[in-house]
């Protein structure tokens, strides 16, 4: 297979064994082969030389609607004939499929000092400066690489680490921005409404009640 490149796998136990299989021939990961595993089982994950990053099954919401189903046939209920599919509860991010992997060196280094300084005000043209090359040649490099320019590319990491912070803390959202390398609430607010269709506040309480009703 070419470099980079995924692998998906059924379970944690095969990636795993496709990890250790990597290291064994010499090859980098996720530089190289970036790899997702399901189940999300921290004595596996956890203790690989590189953890796993996993899908997580939510085995809590798995249960409780099997619970469901059980109930009904214990009353009568005929059990219905279709699958039904219920979502995952999202993937534990680990060493193993860092985001950060790229083929150009160059390019994930930026990448690197994008992510420790969202805080920070800082554009194409100060990471040219930082990293010596021209701000044209370094826009090259990342629409080679990642097909996209780094206003965006910052931008996405951005509007993702404000998402986290609004879904995962209680923080205002002033404060998100001032977090996340946005001038004023304002500012991030209007991006947040382009993303993800909702401002900060009604999104966090969107989340919120969603997570209650499963």
């Not at 980098?28 to 996993?54: K, T, Y």
């Not at 409780?64 to 219920?86: F, I, R, S, T, W």
């Not at 990642?146 to 803390?169: E, F, G, N, Y």
């Amino acid at each position: 297979m070419p470099h980079p490149t995924a692998i998906f796998c059924q379970n944690d136990f095969a990636a795993a064994w496709i990890l250790n299989r990597c290291l064994e021939e010499g090859w980098q990961v996720p530089e190289e082969f970036a790899i997702l595993g399901v189940d999300n089982n921290p004595l596996i994950c956890d203790l690989q030389p590189i953890r796993l990053s996993s899908v997580n099954k939510d085995f809590a919401t798995i249960a409780y609607e099997g619970c469901l189903l059980l109930q009904k046939m214990m009353q009568g209920k005929k059990a219905p004939n279709e699958v039904h599919l219920l979502q995952p509860g999202g993937i534990a991010v680990r060493a193993s499929t860092d985001a950060m992997a790229v083929a150009d060196p160059l390019v994930r280094d930026v990448l690197h000092y994008m992510e420790s300084n969202l805080r920070k005000p800082f554009g194409a043209a100060e990471l040219a400066g930082l990293f010596n090359i021209s701000e044209a040649a370094l826009q090259k490099r990342f629409r080679k690489s990642l097909h996209t320019t780094i206003h965006k590319k910052l931008m996405d990491m951005r509007l993702q680490r404000a998402a986290h912070l609004v879904t995962s803390t209680e923080a205002p959202v002033e404060e998100i921005a001032a977090m996340t390398g946005f001038c004023n609430a304002p500012h991030l607010t209007r991006g947040f409404k382009q993303r993800h269709g909702l401002p900060p506040l009604r999104y966090r309480k969107f989340q919120q009640s969603t997570a209650t009703n499963r």
